[in-house]
């Protein structure tokens, strides 16, 4: 069982920068790729980046990519999401999720997720 807790969300201004963290609780996330994926209210969840179990690849949502930074921890137990010049579209609810293999930009890739941490950017 992997469980993932999300955090660092909050309330920010346009224009500033958030880094969330995701955190194995009780295990590592060898072999695992990771990736992070937002739901805004009313709207379907949608990707928004991932990074490999080496952390050799990454890949990015053309919404946040050149703006946003996805990385993993050597010691594969935790997972951050850098987002730069944060736009009041950014606002949502961001999951933690691993996945088995290669990236993916699909939730159905992934079989474990977090719970959420919630994002709220003012213009």
């Known amino acids: 069982q992997v469980l993932l807790v999300e955090s660092g969300g909050g309330l920010v201004q346009a224009g500033s920068s958030l880094i969330l963290s995701c955190t194995a609780a009780?295990?590592?996330?060898?072999?695992?790729?990771m990736g992070w994926f937002r739901q805004a209210p009313g709207k379907e969840r949608e990707f928004v980046a991932a990074i490999s179990w080496s952390g050799g690849t990454a890949i990015y949502a053309d919404s946040i990519k050149g703006r946003s930074t996805i990385s993993r921890s050597n010691a594969k137990v935790s997972i951050w999401l850098q987002m730069d010049s944060l736009k009041p579209e950014d606002t949502a609810d961001y999951y933690c999720a691993a996945a088995r293999g290669s990236v993916s930009r699909q939730t159905a890739a992934y079989s474990h997720w977090g719970r959420g941490a919630q994002v709220t950017v003012s213009s």
């Open positions: 009780g295990r590592t996330l060898n072999n695992y790729s």
